[in-house]
């Protein structure tokens, strides 16, 4: 494997207008694929059946989509076309989706927790993604990005599902929870910016192994959703 922190896809031309990081922009669009699924499989829910998470992680879906959207094509593909800041679209609809995904696991935990520490996590939650919301947006830095989505997985989504998996046993929040550890796999893979060449490098190995981390949060968010029948 490659360790060039440089290493890109190199662009592929349509007469004259230029797509930049073809492979990269691609593995993109597979992960905001998988996360139009899960939302779509959640919207098929019948109102009968949903449980209080159920809009949580329906809205993960949805912004977790348009941020990978957005990175697909304001990131990579149309970079050079468009203002570099584009990019703090991605960015901050993923963070958004991020903060969906804590709220669907404290939710799925909310029978377990005294009223008081819910409130507490809850408000905790808000506050913090404002306040990373407000920084990214306003300096357009990657890593605050980074940080504020590494506090919202290791800091909130983690132990709540792994509470609630110890109380509960419910495969949804272990689905969940082998989901934040492949994640966090993926991160520490994307930081050591290992690729196999120009057209895979550790963007598009990043991305591949995040449509299968949606993939099991479509399976666990789907059980965490829907009301056992007795």
């Not at 993960?60 to 584009?86: C, D, E, Q, R, V």
């Not at 913090?128 to 980074?146: D, W």
């Not at 046993?169 to 196999?196: Q, R, V, Y």
């Amino acid at each position: 494997m490659d360790s060039n922190t440089s290493i890109l896809n190199p662009s592929i031309w349509v007469g004259e207008f230029e797509i930049a990081e073809p492979v990269t922009s691609t593995t993109d669009l597979l992960v905001a694929l998988v996360s139009l699924i899960g939302f779509f499989i959640l919207t098929k829910v019948k109102p009968s059946q949903r449980t209080e998470p159920h809009s949580y992680f329906k809205f993960y879906f949805f912004f977790f989509f348009l941020g990978m959207l957005s990175a697909a094509l304001f990131g990579h593909a149309l970079k050079t076309h468009i203002h570099p800041n584009f990019k703090v679209i991605g960015w901050s609809t993923s963070l958004l989706a991020q903060l969906f995904l804590c709220l669907g696991s404290l939710f799925s935990v909310q029978t377990l927790i005294s009223t008081k520490w819910f409130n507490v996590i809850k408000y905790s939650l808000y506050i913090q993604c404002i306040i990373y919301l407000s920084f990214v947006i306003s300096t357009a830095n990657f890593t605050l990005t980074q940080i504020a989505l590494a506090v919202m997985l290791l800091g909130f989504a983690f132990p709540l599902n792994l509470y609630a998996f110890r109380k509960t046993k419910s495969n949804g929040n272990l689905w969940l929870l082998l989901a934040i550890n492949l994640a966090i796999f993926t991160a520490f893979m994307f930081n050591l910016k290992w690729s196999f060449s120009s057209w895979f490098n550790y963007h598009d190995i990043s991305h591949t192994l995040m449509a299968i981390v949606t993939s099991f949060v479509v399976v666990g968010a789907k059980k965490l959703s829907i009301i056992k029948e007795s």
